[in-house]
């Protein structure tokens, strides 16, 4: 299906509708054999939302995840398991979309335990894909939000790779209660009774980017399907007035600090 | 200054070497009006690193990041910052690279409050330019650990706009001691006194990130001439056997856990 329509500057712009995605003319012919100029092409793939997506499996983007995870870590894992799928289905803008440079989310960014590389890399696809809110569409900031749930919630990791590198029975299931690399690991460790540096921790956290993926994969073949609705229940700045997870208490104790009105008492 | 290597394949192919870093010869020449298929320029210019770089003005910077902090916040900002000046000055990869989606990295990733989106955006421009430490140098992943300690160091915000939006005398100085976006932006409210959603505060997140664009690219300037060097003294993964921050005591109060060995006692 085509339709012509005008752009910002009022010219008109043929677009190829392709399910719940819309193809830019000037992707479709960079695909044919760089008929545009490359800067052109890939002006209208990578900064067009939202990105053309097909339905992948979970799966098997679990499975390629859980192998990257040895190559590349968590957060480039999750980004390499679904963008290598579309660079072979799609092409562009995936193809050229520099996603070994997220290896730094390792982790939580470098070492500092901060978010987990997993659901960072998720996020990033998502917003690549459906684009960010500011364009049109809430539903990569929503999916986000549900990541970050999700993640904190599960009992992990979910997922269980065909040929695992380490005995399953030797990995212990937690529940993070957090986004954070280093609570996330740390309530892991604490339970296996393992070093960070151990074969199963890493195993562990192989896992949890493959269990991350199938996730994020089930929500965007939802949202391709024109079925994704967001399963996110908090929101720290509505309900706490600040940025943050739901559970204060965890790192605050009984101390949990008033957050200031700015109202004058 | 040109030359000719042989790459993975044993093929010969002419790089045009540009001060410190490699500009492959697809990029030239898509610059010069698309004579390459889109898809093989775009593949040798994103994915191929170091990406080029020109120095850039620390303070044009801050000043670009501060402004597009209200458009698109605050790691977004960062990117965009250093990113839509080298747009101007190479060309790709810049042009093409889809930085708004990174808009999801506003309060911590979607307001979750895990890593402020300053030092994440900053974290993605550095290892974006320079590559990741699988791809051949270890300074992106250097200058990620240098802005994790130097973010939670500063007393921020530590640059002051031209034309500020709020008065200066408004905004308090706070030292996070984290790079976490709630810590952070908790230890500014509560010594300001004010709500998350006051214009004061928006406004020092605003300048946090025009601070540390400015420093990053302080620090890739230096790279620029060969006179990068790693300034962060910590690694809590090698200190203290987990991934995390400096001051553990914060958290966790005098019941600091510790981390498991694996040793058989």
């Not at 803008?93 to 987990?116: I, K, M, N, R």
């Not at 996730?215 to 940025?243: C, Q």
Request: aromatic letters at 8%; hydrophobic letters at 35%.
């Amino acid at each position: 299906m085509a339709q012509d329509q005008l752009d910002e500057k009022g010219l008109s712009r043929r677009k190829i509708v392709v399910g719940g995605g819309v193809l830019a003319a000037g992707v479709a012919l960079g695909q044919l054999g760089g008929l545009m100029p490359s800067a052109e092409a890939k002006t209208a793939s990578a900064t067009d939302w939202p990105w053309p997506y097909e339905k992948l499996d979970p799966v098997k983007t679990a499975e390629i995840c859980y192998e990257e995870w040895y190559r590349v870590f968590c957060g480039c894992a999750v980004i390499n398991s679904v963008f290598m799928q579309l660079k072979e289905k799609i092409g562009e803008p995936y193809a050229s979309f520099p996603s070994d440079a997220f290896v730094f989310l390792e982790g939580g960014q470098v070492g500092w335990g901060t978010v987990c590389g997993s659901p960072a890399g998720a996020n990033i696809v998502a917003n690549l894909i459906i684009g960010p809110r500011i364009a049109g569409s809430p539903d990569g900031h929503h999916m986000s939000t549900d990541i970050m749930q999700w993640y904190s919630e599960a009992s992990m990791p979910v997922f269980t790779p065909k040929k695992p590198r380490i005995d399953p029975a030797k990995i212990p299931h937690t529940v993070s209660e957090s986004p954070l690399c280093h609570i996330s690991v740390g309530k892991w460790m604490k339970a296996a009774n393992l070093p960070l540096k151990s074969k199963e921790r890493k195993d562990r956290c192989a896992r949890v980017a493959a269990s991350t993926a199938y996730r994020l994969v089930e929500m965007l073949n939802d949202w391709k399907d024109g079925n994704y609705e967001s399963t996110s229940t908090f929101s720290a700045p509505k309900e706490h007035g600040i940025t943050g997870q739901f559970n204060c208490m965890e790192c605050h104790g009984d101390d949990v600090p008033e957050t200031p009105t700015g109202k004058k008492s």
